[in-house]
T-cell receptor, first 115, second 112 residues
Framework: NAGVTQTPKFQVLKTGQSMTLQCAQD?????MYWYRQDPGMGLRLIYY???????DKGEVPNGYNVSRLNKREFSLRLESAAPSQTSVYFC??????????????FGSGTRLTVV | KNQVEQSPQSLIILEGKNCTLQ??????????LRWYKQDTGRGPVSLTI?????NTKSNGRYTATLDADTKQSSLHITASQLSDSASYIC???????????FGPGTSLSVIP
């Protein structure tokens, strides 16, 4: 099925460990995003990529890095995980952009716990 | 401050009943407003998208309304089903690329 695929679905890290969350979309969308979702709060933008080869910081970028590997793939890296990064992470894509009549297509999320 | 507020925070209704969820936004300049449904353990799925010039938009049993003057939107669910149990998220977009403001969501539980 067409859509956004995220891996892994669940992950437990120790403080200080690093990991990369993977995201791939097969809808030929130009724009991709990483969000985090915490209880009682709206989704917050970590980083986004308007098109292949470009990335920009969102609202909460500290502690994260991203790579737009190609048009399909957009990864999120935690270099040194902290308990404050315990959250559910969502990747999303859209095309041709947020101002279009199209909304986001979200992945199913990665539930990350940092102990 | 760009903000989206939703009410109620949670809601329990009987199967077959109607309900209305509210969204107030203070986003400027405003582009469009979207409602998403998020099932437990899943990513949000788009229900409706409305530009500032649209007053209402329907998607099956879901009807969204928008009043751009008062900066309010509502999502009305008709003849609720057990599968409507989910979180409903209101999202307002500014006219700049990365300014997408998500509300905290309303958790709806439909019980038999």
């Amino acid at each position: 099925n067409a859509g956004v695929t995220q891996t892994p679905k669940f992950q437990v890290l120790k403080t200080g460990q690093s990991m990369t969350l993977q995201c791939a979309q097969d809808m030929n969308h130009n724009s991709m995003y990483w969000y985090r979702q915490d209880p009682g709060m709206g989704l917050r933008l970590i980083y986004y990529s308007a098109s292949e080869g470009t990335t920009d910081k969102g609202e909460v970028p500290n502690g994260y890095n991203v790579s737009r590997l190609n048009k399909r793939e957009f990864s999120l890296r935690l270099e040194s995980a902290a308990p404050s990064q315990t959250s559910v992470y969502f990747c999303a894509s859209s095309d041709p952009g947020l101002q279009s009549g199209y909304g986001y297509t979200f992945g199913s999320g990665t539930r990350l716990t940092v102990v | 401050k760009n903000q989206v507020e939703q009410s109620p925070q949670s809601l329990i209704i009987l199967e077959g009943k109607n309900c209305t969820l509210q969204c107030n936004y203070t986003v400027s300049p405003f582009s469009n407003l979207r409602w998403y449904k998020q099932d437990t353990g899943r990513g949000p799925v788009s229900l409706t998208i409305m530009t500032f010039s649209e007053n209402t938009k329907s998607n099956g049993r879901y009807t969204a309304t928008l009043d751009a003057d008062t900066k309010q939107s509502s999502l009305h669910i008709t003849a609720s089903q057990l599968s409507d149990s989910a979180s409903y998220i209101c999202v307002a977009l500014k006219t700049s690329y990365d300014k997408v403001i998500f509300g905290p969501g309303t958790s709806l539980s439909v019980i038999p």
